[in-house]
Nanobody, 126 residues
Framework: QVQLSESGGGLVQAGDSLKLSCAAS????????MGWFRQVPGKEREFVAA????????LYADSVKGRFTISRDTARKTVSLEMNNLRPEDTAIYLC???????????????????WGQGTQVTVSS
């Protein structure tokens, strides 16, 4: 059974940086499209960034372009999200997600993802 586990969240000040990691376990191919989303209680899940199986196709939400960088390590089956110049509005639970074996490309649609991690909390104080 495939599982995703996020780590790296925490409490930081505005302008600081954090690096989130998502580790995959089980029978999952490094060729699957992977994504990061975030959620605030009472609001819909929001797309943050996504990466294709080859690592060259990247998608970013406009709100994080130029500040966040998504990358993947195929050998270690991990996907990372480096977040710089964090803002209070970046505060959320960050979730990692994987597409199925049929789709290697990235997607900004949460319904395109079939496996989700439990999330890691990121809190940015002003």
């Amino acid at each position: 059974q495939v599982q995703l586990s996020e780590s790296g969240g925490g409490l930081v000040q505005a302008g600081d940086s954090l690096k989130l990691s998502c580790a995959a376990s089980g029978r999952i191919s490094s060729a699957y499209g992977m994504g990061w989303f975030r959620q605030v209680p009472g609001k819909e899940r929001e797309f943050v960034a996504a990466i294709g199986g080859g690592g060259s196709e990247l998608l970013y939400a406009d709100s994080v372009k130029g500040r966040f960088t998504i990358s993947r390590d195929t050998a270690r089956k991990t996907v990372s999200l480096e977040m710089n110049n964090l803002r209070p509005e970046d505060t959320a639970i960050y979730l990692c997600a994987s597409r199925s074996a049929l789709y290697s490309g990235p997607s900004l649609d949460p319904h395109a993802y079939v496996i989700w991690g439990q999330g890691t909390q990121v809190t940015v104080s002003s």
